[in-house]
């Protein structure tokens, strides 16, 4: 009698237990932003987290943890049970190839999904006179030993791979100056503390569309849909000079596949037209594909920004 009982105790514990995992979620889901609010990548976070709640039927929280490395180590150390994600951005593959004594391992945190990008676009000080990518390394090439001061987000932003690229490619003199942040060096460009930098659509279109800011050229690999006068640095001929500042979800290492697959299915509601107008609005193209597309995309730019890196000895803790 014992043995029978025993017996249907382990044959209703088999049938339960995939049923208890097909129930994810059951509580609010934590996605982790790595900035302050107000940037690009908030802004894309909490747009797709509303997006993909409708679809999980359970509420996305947005946790802004702000830091070099602070909010990727929180995810890569949190337990892998379907709650706590990442919103990568360009740090999740140069954070490895820039920083010494990294607190994780890149392969502590797996890919869920791309989300959008917002484009990154070149933008001068009014005074400089160029309008576009020939005019501007024309320029440049004219300013001496200095060269032109080029504002960064900070050592290893997006912008300062762009401003090591433009180098690469024109053999212009530049002198990098890091900011605590992309404001800060949109701010330092305005007051002419610098001629250039390149920030995320979101920071500088509306600078660019009341004529404060003069756009030479966007570094995405298409024309802005909110902007579409301005070429690409690859119509201009300057091909190599490309990034945006992309945003995707991450998961902590050992998430399982299935929820993963699910996760990723959700994201798929950021293409949608209403979601693509809210986004659009700021200059940002929504991207969501799927999870192979993804980590294809994470390996060939972690190889190709880790040449760049490399060539220019580039390092995150300058």
């Known amino acids: ?16 237990a995939p049923a208890a995992r097909a129930e994810w979620p059951d509580h609010q889901i934590r996605w982790v932003v790595p900035f302050g609010p107000g940037g690009a990548n908030d802004l894309i976070a909490r747009v797709a987290a509303e997006a993909a709640s409708k679809k999980l039927g359970q509420q996305i929280l947005i946790e802004n943890r702000p830091g070099a490395t602070t909010g990727t180590q929180a995810v890569a150390r949190a337990a892998p049970d379907g709650y706590t994600f990442l919103i990568g951005a360009a740090g999740v593959i140069t954070n490895s190839l820039l920083l010494k004594n990294l607190p994780y391992q890149d392969s502590d945190l797996v890919p869920v999904g791309m989300i959008a990008v917002a484009p990154s676009v070149i933008v001068v000080n009014r005074s400089v006179p160029a309008s576009n990518m020939t005019e501007f390394v024309a320029w440049a090439k004219t300013q001496g030993d200095k060269g032109v001061t080029w504002s960064t987000a900070g050592s290893g932003s997006t912008p300062h791979f762009v401003a090591e690229m433009f180098k690469e490619a024109t053999g212009a003199n530049v002198t990098i100056v890091p900011y605590r942040s992309g404001n800060d060096g949109v701010n330092a460009v305005l007051s002419n503390s610098a001629s250039v930098t390149s920030e995320a659509s979101i920071v500088v279109l509306p600078q660019i569309k009341a004529g404060l800011l003069k756009a030479i050229a966007t570094t995405y690999e298409k024309r802005i849909g909110a902007y579409p006068q301005l070429s690409t640095t690859a119509e201009q001929g300057f091909p190599s000079v490309r990034i945006g500042h992309w945003a995707g979800l991450m998961a902590p290492r050992g998430t399982s596949d299935a929820i993963i697959a ?57």
């Open 262 to 318: 699910r996760m990723n299915a959700a994201l798929s509601a950021v293409n949608t037209p209403e979601v693509q107008a809210k986004l659009g609005e700021s200059g940002i193209e929504t991207a969501a594909g799927s999870v192979e597309d993804f980590a294809a995309f994470i390996t060939s730019e972690r190889q190709r920004l880790g040449a760049l890196a490399a060539k220019a000895g580039m390092s995150g803790d300058q």
């Open 1 to 16: 009698m014992k043995g029978a009982v025993l017996a249907v105790a382990v044959l209703v514990g088999a049938i339960s």
